[in-house]
């Protein structure tokens, strides 16, 4: 039988029997619907049946990004509004992002000029990018690159008619996982509640208003009931199966368009390569921690979202554009270190025809009101970098539905927990200050990881370091702190959602059974537990032979 630790056993012991809202989710949209409503003084709940960002938010590309190709589509408005969002994202979590050079590849006249208007837009809607943003991480204007700078910037480009080529800025998000897990401990430090492994089995409306949920803790099995006002499902591609626990008949269809991405050796300089597929859609050669990412693909998916895997054949596929497009690169399955994928789930109208890729990535959100389940939200659509303008829209209809009017959203400008500093400059000399006997490079190190929360890391004892595949350090007092603090109830969690050690490719043995030594010493795992739990970020290393 599976060890229950004293902290799985009585974690529920706060939870409430009534909130004035529940959401169901715990990604990116979840997490900014639960961390708006708390800011405006909401009593609520989150919970998400696996772990906080284990669906479609860690299936990005990882990058916050202002969608220049939505130009294509005359949806100025939503690469307004992705720009203007990403400048939020910079200026409340600085330590979260980092610029990062795309570069697009010329090989006409017509494609010179048609891509400088395009740079032009893209530059003028962006206008405001660096205000009030730590210099660490403004973002340069576009500029042109010449013929030979665009070979030594992207080694392995195909160079028939190659001209030269642009290159714009957007952001790297290095770790999109442990990102939307702090919008949540954010929240919780506020004073909401959250759980991850809490699944919701029944959904129910009151005779006198409001919901009663059921939830199950697949931890321990537990069952409780709780009660809301207002339920917001952000279940992503699960939210049509919540919608039919309450009996609500959506008037749009949600369709999910499936991703995969792999982590290959480092086949790239530092700018991320924007290529074109055979198909005609995109491709990006991301630079990444010492690696590559090389993603993504978008194709409809038809079966039950829990049943979603990766195969081996979509990989080889993938591999395979990546050569015939960046023929340099000769990738074959061998150098796949890690790889990953999700649902994107699209909303769209009856009767529509346009593919996955074409599909617009505007969000929305309903109020099922008229099929008279009044009080019960769903936010669907939109992509991650525009979540937190989707919480925001859907926290202001929350307030009209329960005050019958709206209050200030502070999101724009609230750090998050890590956010909490002027400039990263700044910040390590004042780490440097208080903690005068730890090295440069481990306060630097830390710094760019965890900004304003290094004060707390630092605070702890720690001797042991552990190295991972592409060479980064991780220290003991990062892994105490993110195993007693962040809701990490198995290794896979810490793993591939927190610290990201897991998703560079496999640890060394050596290095591995310290470090899952010293996280089941922190939780209390005895010997067959543990191997339990390794036995999962095993599996977590291998694709679906089809």
């Known amino acids: 039988m599976k060890q229950i630790t004293k902290k799985e056993s009585s974690r529920l012991s706060h939870i409430k029997s009534e909130y004035d809202i529940i959401i169901i989710g715990g990604g990116i949209t979840g997490a900014n619907v639960l961390w708006d409503a708390t800011l405006r003084g ?18 990005t590309s990882k990058l916050i990004h202002g969608g220049l190709r939505y130009l294509k589509n005359l949806e100025f408005g939503l690469v307004r509004e992705s720009l203007s969002e990403r400048r939020y994202l910079a200026k409340i979590s600085p330590h979260a992002v980092r610029p990062m050079g795309f570069i697009i590849p010329i090989r006409s006249f017509f494609q010179r000029i048609l891509l400088f208007f395009g740079m032009e837009l893209y530059n003028a809607l962006s206008f405001d990018r660096n205000q009030d943003i730590d210099p660490d991480v403004q973002l340069p204007r576009y500029r042109w690159n010449s013929l030979g700078e665009t070979i030594y910037k992207v080694l392995g480009l195909d160079r028939n008619s190659l001209k030269g080529s642009f290159q714009y800025y957007d952001y790297a998000n290095l770790n999109p996982e442990k990102h939307t897990t702090e919008f949540i401990l954010s929240a919780k430090e506020k004073g909401a509640h959250a759980y991850n492994y809490l699944a919701v089995t029944t959904l129910r409306k009151q005779n006198s208003g409001g919901y009663t949920v059921g939830l199950t803790d697949t931890l321990t099995g537990k069952k409780i009931l709780v009660s809301s006002k207002v339920v917001v499902n952000s279940a992503g591609p699960w939210a049509d199966v919540i919608e039919s626990m309450t009996g609500v008949t959506a008037e749009k269809k949600l369709v999910r368009s499936k991703g995969i991405h792999a982590v290959v ?110 009080g019960f939200f769903s936010a669907l659509g939109g992509k991650y970098t525009t979540s937190r303008a989707v919480a925001e829209n859907l926290v202001n209809a ?25 400039s990263l400059k700044e910040l390590i000399n004042e780490l440097q200050f208080k903690f005068p006997k730890t090295e440069g490079a481990k306060l630097e190190t830390l710094a760019k990881r965890y900004g304003s929360i290094t004060w707390k890391i630092l605070s702890l004892e720690g001797k042991e370091t552990y190295r991972i595949p592409n060479g980064e350090i991780y220290y003991d007092e990062e892994v105490e702190y993110m195993v007693t603090h962040e809701d990490i109830f198995h290794l896979t969690d810490f793993y591939f959602r927190r610290s990201g050690v897991g998703t560079v490719g496999i640890l060394d043995p050596l290095e591995k059974n310290r470090l899952n030594k010293r996280i089941a010493k922190i939780l209390g795992w005895n010997a067959d537990r543990l191997k339990e739990e390794e036995k999962l970020v095993e599996e977590r290393y291998k694709w679906f032979i089809d």
């Open 398 to 422: 929350i307030d009209r539905y329960i005050k019958g009017e709206g209050s200030p959203c502070a999101t724009k400008f609230t750090p998050l927990l890590g956010g909490r500093y002027q």
């Open 42 to 59: 909401y009593n609520c709940l989150l919970v998400e049946k696996n772990d906080y960002a284990s669906g479609t938010s860690q299936a």
């Open 265 to 374: 050796r480092n086949i790239c300089g530092n700018e991320c390569a924007v290529l074109s597929k055979r198909d005609g859609s995109h491709l990006f050669v991301i630079p990444w921690r010492g690696k590559t990412i090389v993603g993504t693909t978008d194709t409809a998916y038809e079966d039950d979202p829990d049943a979603f895997k990766v195969k081996q054949s979509e990989l080889v596929d993938l591999l395979d554009e990546v050569n015939y497009s960046f023929g340099f690169a000769k990738l074959t399955l061998k150098d796949v270190d890690y790889y990953y994928g999700g649902l994107r789930p699209l909303v769209e109208d009856p009767g529509s025809t346009e593919g996955t890729y074409s599909a617009s990535r505007k969000s929305e959100i309903f109020h099922y009101e008229n099929e008279g389940f009044s």
